[in-house]
């Protein structure tokens, strides 16, 4: 498959791609950030960092994980594309979720007739 460009994105695996979420209908949702570790047809799961000081104000992090299932209607979320080889840094790609609504299966295919190649 080809290299991950801004232009093909939803096309591509999702999973091990950092990701924030920085639009929602669900205004708790905004802010949500870390790693796509599943994709379901209409949902993100990311896992980020359980922060300690949510309930004791240290601040500090437990080291523990959190899978927080976000869905992809009405979400916006920026990836962020590690750097190409010879390129210079990063890029930041903001999509609107539903154009990843789809299984990662199908949304990912390069063969047949699909409505994502």
Do not use: Y
Not at 57 to 78: I, L, N, Q
Not at 95 to 103: D, K, P, Q
């Amino acid at each position: 498959m080809s290299p991950v460009t801004p232009e093909t994105l939803p096309r591509h695996e999702l999973v091990g791609l950092s990701v924030s979420v920085t639009g929602a209908d669900n205004p708790d949702l905004v802010g949500i950030e870390g790693e796509v570790v599943t994709e379901t047809t209409k949902t993100l799961g990311i896992e980020r960092d359980r922060q300690a000081g949510a309930r004791d104000g240290s601040g500090a992090s437990d080291g523990s994980t959190r899978v927080s299932h976000v869905p992809k209607t009405g979400t916006t979320f920026e990836f962020d594309l590690p750097a190409a080889l010879g390129a210079s840094g990063a890029q930041v790609v903001a999509v609107e979720g539903r154009r990843l609504v789809a299984r990662s299966a199908r949304r990912t295919e390069n063969t047949g007739d699909s409505k994502w190649r």
